[in-house]
């Protein structure tokens, strides 16, 4: 196959000022959640490219991609604007590690993530993996305004689905909420908030974590992490931290 295939945009939505959902509906080689691809535009005669992670689980159609429009960026300004019926390109070959066969077995599951650094464990959480391999799993996301906490319907489908095998902790911190924390991920994994939240406690012991976003969300989290006694994951040695930045 060639770098990119034709879609085509069969849906959209905007949840905030600068967040969207695209839906696509394209031929793309079978993928992993927790995956990425590229979406593509011609822009003045040059195909201009950037990683997005799949929302949908595999199989599921049409693809799905959750994205924020970059100020100034290059392609997200034009994403931003496509309407159903347009075109756009994607890579049909999907990349990236950021999946549960990375991650070695635990008791509880942990998915940290800022802003749209939450796309790719919805499409994990879709999937039947993470609820037969893991008591608990929490799902974390920490944006600055609380409407910026997307996806509500589909996370609130998996409370409804694995109730107590499930715990959200939504972060907003730059507005008070009589829901979440405000805080930044990192400084509540040190003073015990984000434990307290989910109700479930992270030791290595019992815990693998995953984390994606904010590239330095990603860096402090990792420290906090480290000194909590968890260990980076790595291929030829096995730890707890599995990370993707965007
Ligand atoms: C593996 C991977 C997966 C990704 N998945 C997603 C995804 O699912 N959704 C998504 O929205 N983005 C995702 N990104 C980021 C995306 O690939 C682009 O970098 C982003 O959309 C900006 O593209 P642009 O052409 O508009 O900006 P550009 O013109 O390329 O860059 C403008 C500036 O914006 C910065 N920037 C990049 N991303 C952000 C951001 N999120 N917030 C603020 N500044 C940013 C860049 O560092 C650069 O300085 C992912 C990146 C990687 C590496
Ligand atoms: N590839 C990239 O270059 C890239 C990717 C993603 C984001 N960004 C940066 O993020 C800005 C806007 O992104 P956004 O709108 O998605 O918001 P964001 O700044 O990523 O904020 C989302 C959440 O992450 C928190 N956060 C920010 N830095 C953190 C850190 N070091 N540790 C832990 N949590 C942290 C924010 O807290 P606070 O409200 O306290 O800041 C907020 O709750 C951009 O200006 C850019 O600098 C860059």
Not at 105 to 128: D, V
Request: aromatic content about 10%.
């Amino acid at each position: 196959m060639g770098k990119f295939v034709k879609g085509t945009v069969v849906g959209k939505r905007r949840w905030a000022e600068r967040l969207y959902s695209l839906q696509v509906a394209a031929e793309v080689v079978p993928f992993h959640a927790g995956q990425f691809t590229k979406l593509a535009l011609d822009i003045n005669g040059e195909m201009v490219g950037r990683a997005y992670s799949f929302i949908n689980a595999p199989g599921e159609t049409p693809l799905e991609f959750y994205f924020i429009e970059v100020p100034g960026g290059l392609l997200t300004q034009r994403l931003a604007v496509l309407e159903a019926g347009d075109a756009v390109w994607v890579a049909p070959q999907a990349a990236g590690f950021l999946t549960l066969s990375e991650v070695p077995n635990a008791k509880h599951l942990w998915l940290l993530s800022t802003n749209t650094g939450i796309a790719p464990f919805l499409s994990i959480l879709k999937t039947e993996e993470p609820w037969q391999r893991f008591e608990r799993v929490v799902l974390a996301h920490a944006v600055r305004y609380a409407d910026e906490l997307a996806n509500g319907e589909t996370i609130r489908d998996f409370a409804q689905q694995h109730g107590e095998q499930f715990r959200f902790v939504p972060f907003v911190s730059r507005a008070d909420t009589n829901f979440a924390l405000r805080a930044r991920i990192p400084e509540t994994i040190a003073d015990g908030r984000l434990e307290a939240k989910a109700g479930v406690a992270l030791a290595p012991e019992s815990s693998q974590v995953m984390l994606c976003g904010n590239p330095d969300m990603v860096r402090d989290t990792t420290e906090a992490l480290l000194v909590r006694g968890l260990k980076k994951n790595r291929r030829r040695d096995p730890g707890h931290i599995t990370v993707e930045s965007y």
